[in-house]
């Protein structure tokens, strides 16, 4: 049974964390959207902090790497971040995967407008819409030097090389209010972060953060709390900008679950709250309420959203399962 795991918010709820919490069930460690714009934090076995880009957790746990069609990769900062893990991982990669050109990262960081990471990410996939774009397969050079790797590497067509009995976890990239299609739009990526593969995927994994936070322009449209920026350590993970920060938007997480559709919920950073002085708060048609204490905010959570099945308390530490 092959798994998804998607950010129900704007992306950096933990999802890298998560991923690697429950690929121990899984063979395949697979991306299928976006590319250097994503920021993935995981630990790998001997607790070594990995800041992954373009590689799903799995990299960095001995896992089967696929990078799948939907993706955009940047050549010369893959190599690096392969190299980085010594290829530890054996990797398989689609033909299909559009490339980033130095010309695309130059287009943006003159600005696309929105606060986008500045990686060439809307100009790469206006490449792929406009039918001009350079894949994995136009460039023998980036596939010589991959194929030439310490790692077993190969270039497929259509489907990851994932065979009879094994399973895949796929890693989304981003999260659903950053999707160009049910997010908020124009303040959204410019992919899809719903998976480009549905074959036989029959569990998906939410994840959210307990509050929210966001880089880049665009909603929430609620004022900023300094302090969870602070406890939380909210600075992108791939810009280092500071992540403007808020509380959870009750109407906006039901809208994420409606799309997502997750059969399990996993909640992170909840420790952050416990560390805030005042009342934890939400907001609910656009109004401001007190939840109280953490214990609180776990029961409003659990009966607001019941698909929350699992709690992750501390940043570093296990998922806490609470029913
Ligand atoms: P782009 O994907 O670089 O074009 O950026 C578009 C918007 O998505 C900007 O608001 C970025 O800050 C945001 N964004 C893109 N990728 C991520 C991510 O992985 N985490 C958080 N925000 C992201
Ligand atoms: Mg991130």
New binding site residues.
């Given amino acids: 049974m092959n798994g998804v795991v998607i950010g129900l918010q704007?992306?950096?709820e933990g999802k890298g964390r998560v991923s690697a919490y429950f690929l121990k069930d899984y063979d395949w460690s697979v991306r299928f959207n976006?590319g250097p714009?994503?920021?993935h934090t995981v630990y790998d076995n001997e607790g070594v902090v990995h800041k992954l880009h373009h590689l799903p957790g799995g990299a960095a746990l001995g896992k089967k790497v696929a990078l799948h069609a939907g993706m955009v990769i940047n050549p010369d900062t893959f190599i690096i971040e392969c190299e980085k893990l010594n290829w530890r991982f054996p990797l398989a990669i689609s033909k299909d995967v559009h490339l980033i050109t130095p010309e695309h990262v130059d287009s943006d960081s003159k600005g696309?407008g929105?606060?986008?990471?500045k990686?060439g990410?809307?100009y790469v996939y206006s490449d792929r819409a406009l039918r001009k774009g350079q894949r994995v397969e136009d460039n023998a050079e980036f596939w010589k030097k991959i194929a030439a790797s310490p790692a077993h590497t190969t270039c497929y067509s259509g489907m990851p090389p994932i065979e009879q009995g094994e399973t895949a976890l796929l890693e989304g990239?981003?999260g659903i209010m950053?999707d160009v299609d049910y997010g908020d739009y124009p303040?959204?990526?410019?992919s899809s972060v719903m998976p480009s593969i549905a074959h036989k995927v029959t569990r998906t994994i939410g994840v959210m953060k307990a509050y929210v936070s966001r880089?880049?322009?665009?909603p929430p449209n609620h004022p900023d709390i300094e302090e969870l920026r602070v406890v939380g350590s909210e600075y992108g993970t791939?810009t280092g900008r500071p992540r403007q920060c808020t509380w959870l938007d009750v109407d906006t997480m039901a809208y994420a679950m409606s799309i997502v559709q997750p059969d399990e919920v996993v909640v992170t950073k909840l420790d952050v709250l416990n560390d805030l002085d005042g009342p934890i708060c939400v907001y609910r048609n656009n109004e401001l309420f007190s939840v109280g204490g953490l214990d609180s905010y776990k029961s409003f959570l659990l009966e607001t959203f019941p698909k929350i099945n699992w709690f992750s308390e501390s940043p570093k530490g296990d998922l806490i399962k609470v029913r």
């Fill in positions: 704007y992306g950096d976006g714009n994503a920021g696309s929105i606060g986008s990471t990686r990410i809307a990239a981003q950053l303040y959204v990526t410019s880089v880049g322009d665009g791939t």
